[in-house]
């Protein structure tokens, strides 16, 4: 097809946005269970549905025996600064950030926690910091998958199993899309509204029998917020995991939940869940490998990430643009692209390097991303020729 031709064939769906993500296919209000709407979450009724969101959740995942997994508020965000208010301190600590939030980890940890003995890793986006420079007699705080720089790391073999210090990662939109080896992480966190399409406000948090331990025999020095507090006594208040929230949830986002966990056990499971990720990434990744003005924000393909692709543009007449002309390009680009309702939310995170962010999440259909791609190409160069 001619670059100035025009696509006929659209997405059936342009939502691409990294965070809320798109609904799972077939999704439709219709199909969420509204009996527990209106309930106290302390019903039976209601506590029943979240205990079961629970254990269905562990079951995709196949968390290891001792592992526990409870909802939690304030998204990915609130299950993070829970962990870190809750568990750090002990030790000595090393952060990893190449992306905007391993950097709001770096701030509670540096500024607001103030622990001195805190070694931080932090590089450029499209980066990598060397793990090989980590030392696991230290708590270890990272993302798995860098949501704004489209950088996640390759896989759990840097970590290893004979470790003093405990693995704190924020996984939020890696889990359920990528392969998580659960034995070498102590603390886990994510929120629904990425991988799973779910609505946002609520956070996950799992903790490793190591983790546990660690809560049990150790109190920060620090005043902990109640929203934060996951500790009843000396122990693990063990009801947030097995459904006493600690502030009152959505029962529409729990009812929600449950719609799309039951469809991912009916699709075959987290195996089918990171094929279609895999899938849609490939669509992507051999696009780019054969379109001149564009490349991958990761510099390392081992290091890109399969679910938040993030693009930059590379061209050398858009590169020999100022940086105000860049930007407005890129965002002339967006806006085309949704008026033309083909893609939407698609531009770069606020903090990251100017560019394109697609979702390639499993709730993403490959024929949408296949459609999208010539889009982009067309768009690309129609407002090029425009300039010339």
């Given at each position: 097809?001619?670059?100035?031709?025009?696509?006929?064939?659209?997405?059936?769906?342009?939502?691409f946005s990294s965070g809320p993500c798109n609904k799972r296919p077939g999704w439709s209000i219709n199909n969420i269970n509204l009996d527990s709407l209106g309930r106290s979450?302390?019903?039976?009724?209601?506590?029943s549905k979240i205990k079961s969101a629970i254990e269905i959740s562990k079951e995709i995942l196949s968390l290891p025996k001792g592992y526990e997994l409870g909802i939690v508020?304030?998204?990915?965000?609130?299950?993070?600064?829970?962990?870190?208010?809750?568990?750090?301190?002990?030790?000595?600590?090393?952060?990893?950030?190449?992306?905007?939030?391993?950097?709001?980890?770096?701030?509670?940890?540096?500024?607001?926690?103030?622990?001195?003995?805190?070694?931080?890793?932090?590089?450029?986006?499209?980066?990598?910091?060397?793990?090989?420079?980590?030392?696991?007699?230290?708590?270890?705080?990272?993302?798995?998958?860098?949501?704004?720089?489209?950088?996640?790391?390759?896989?759990?073999?840097?970590?290893?199993?004979?470790?003093?210090?405990?693995?704190?990662?924020?996984?939020?939109?890696?889990?359920?899309?990528?392969?998580?080896?659960?034995?070498?992480?102590d603390v886990a966190t994510y929120s629904w509204q990425k991988v799973l399409g779910g609505e946002g406000g609520h956070g996950v948090l799992i903790l490793s029998p190591r983790?546990?331990?660690?809560?049990?025999?150790?109190?920060?020095?620090?005043?902990?917020?109640?929203?934060?507090?996951?500790?009843?006594?000396?122990?693990?208040?063990?009801?947030?995991?097995?459904?006493?929230?600690?502030?009152?949830?959505?029962?529409?986002?729990?009812?929600?939940?449950?719609?799309?966990?039951?469809?991912?056990?009916?699709?075959?499971?987290?195996?089918?869940?990171?094929?279609?990720?895999?899938?849609?990434?490939?669509?992507?990744?051999?696009?780019?490998?054969?379109?001149?003005?564009?490349?991958?924000?990761?510099?390392?393909?081992?290091?890109?990430?399969?679910?938040?692709?993030?693009?930059?543009?590379?061209?050398?007449?858009?590169?020999?643009?100022?940086?105000?002309?860049?930007?407005?390009?890129?965002?002339?680009?967006?806006?085309?692209?949704?008026?033309?309702?083909?893609?939407?939310?698609?531009?770069?995170?606020?903090?990251?390097?100017?560019?394109?962010?697609?979702?390639?999440?499993?709730?993403?259909?490959?024929?949408?991303?296949?459609?999208?791609?010539?889009?982009?190409?067309?768009?690309?160069?129609?407002?090029?020729?425009?300039?010339?």
């Amino acid at each position: 097809m001619d670059k100035l031709v025009k696509p006929i064939m659209k997405p059936l769906n342009p939502k691409f946005s990294s965070g809320p993500c798109n609904k799972r296919p077939g999704w439709s209000i219709n199909n969420i269970n509204l009996d527990s709407l209106g309930r106290s979450h302390r019903s039976v009724l209601a506590l029943s549905k979240i205990k079961s969101a629970i254990e269905i959740s562990k079951e995709i995942l196949s968390l290891p025996k001792g592992y526990e997994l409870g909802i939690v508020p304030g998204s990915d965000t609130g299950a993070m600064e829970i962990a870190l208010w809750s568990l750090l301190g002990k030790n000595k600590t090393e952060v990893l950030a190449w992306e905007s939030f391993g950097k709001d980890w770096v701030k509670d940890i540096v500024d607001e926690l103030k622990l001195r003995e805190c070694k931080t890793h932090i590089v450029e986006y499209g980066n990598l910091p060397d793990l090989k420079e980590l030392n696991f007699e230290n708590d270890i705080v990272f993302t798995w998958n860098g949501t704004t720089s489209g950088v996640c790391v390759p896989d759990g073999d840097w970590i290893p199993e004979t470790r003093k210090g405990l693995t704190i990662c924020d996984a939020t939109s890696a889990v359920f899309s990528l392969e998580i080896p659960w034995e070498k992480i102590d603390v886990a966190t994510y929120s629904w509204q990425k991988v799973l399409g779910g609505e946002g406000g609520h956070g996950v948090l799992i903790l490793s029998p190591r983790a546990i331990d660690r809560i049990e025999s150790y109190t920060p020095k620090w005043p902990i917020p109640k929203l934060f507090r996951i500790k009843k006594g000396s122990k693990l208040n063990r009801g947030i995991f097995s459904g006493s929230t600690i502030n009152t949830p959505s029962m529409l986002c729990i009812e929600d939940l449950l719609d799309t966990l039951n469809w991912v056990r009916q699709i075959g499971g987290l195996p089918e869940l990171i094929n279609r990720t895999s899938r849609n990434f490939e669509i992507i990744e051999d696009w780019v490998r054969n379109t001149a003005w564009v490349d991958f924000l990761a510099t390392t393909s081992r290091y890109r990430s399969k679910t938040s692709v993030c693009l930059k543009i590379v061209d050398k007449w858009f590169l020999s643009l100022g940086s105000d002309s860049q930007s407005k390009f890129v965002s002339e680009m967006v806006n085309m692209l949704e008026d033309c309702n083909v893609a939407y939310d698609i531009h770069s995170y606020r903090d990251a390097p100017l560019g394109l962010r697609i979702w390639c999440g499993s709730t993403v259909e490959t024929k949408d991303i296949s459609a999208l791609l010539p889009w982009l190409e067309w768009v690309f160069n129609k407002l090029k020729n425009n300039r010339k």
